[in-house]
């Protein structure tokens, strides 16, 4: 009768020890985190333009500016690739300040340093015109002419 008894209380045991069908308790499904994907914005409009500088082929300075509307605002990337220096790659967000106009806030990096500038982009039909610091002793002004965007 012991041995019957030890025997029954092993099973018992064992059986008990099993978690196949358990399930979790409520406050641990709770704080599991849930992964959410970022919705992309939507495009509503976009432009490219680009500019080639150079008289030799292999030494020919690049400007590319990626213009997109969204119903959050103005975003894109305007990237300043000279031949023969460090490239200046950066991405910029601003709004329509006249019809044609685009004020934005550029940010890129330069030789390792994060640095951001005032631009002002002027659209016509054909062609962007870029100013990096307008009205200050360094501005810098890029014609660009539009291209299809990849």
Excluded at 27 to 41: F, L, M, Q
Excluded at 89 to 99: D, I
Excluded at 118 to 132: F, Q
Aim: proline share 3%; with cysteine.
């Amino acid at each position: 009768m012991k041995k019957l008894s030890i025997l029954f209380i092993a099973v018992a045991l064992l059986s008990s020890c099993k978690n196949e069908d358990k399930e979790e308790p409520v406050s641990a499904k709770e704080n599991k985190t849930i992964k959410v994907e970022e919705k992309k914005k939507p495009v509503l409009e976009q432009f490219c333009y680009l500019a080639v500088v150079g008289e030799k082929e292999h030494l020919k300075d690049t400007t590319e500016l990626n213009l997109q509307f969204t119903r959050e605002g103005i975003k894109g990337e305007y990237n300043w690739i000279p031949a023969e220096k460090d490239a200046r790659r950066g991405t910029f967000e601003g709004e329509k300040v006249a019809k044609n106009t685009i004020k934005a806030k550029y940010i890129y990096m330069q030789e390792g340093q994060e640095q951001s500038k005032v631009m002002i982009i002027k659209m016509t039909e054909n062609a962007a015109k870029v100013s990096l610091d307008p009205g200050s002793d360094f501005e810098t002004t890029t014609k660009l002419k539009k291209v299809t965007c990849n």
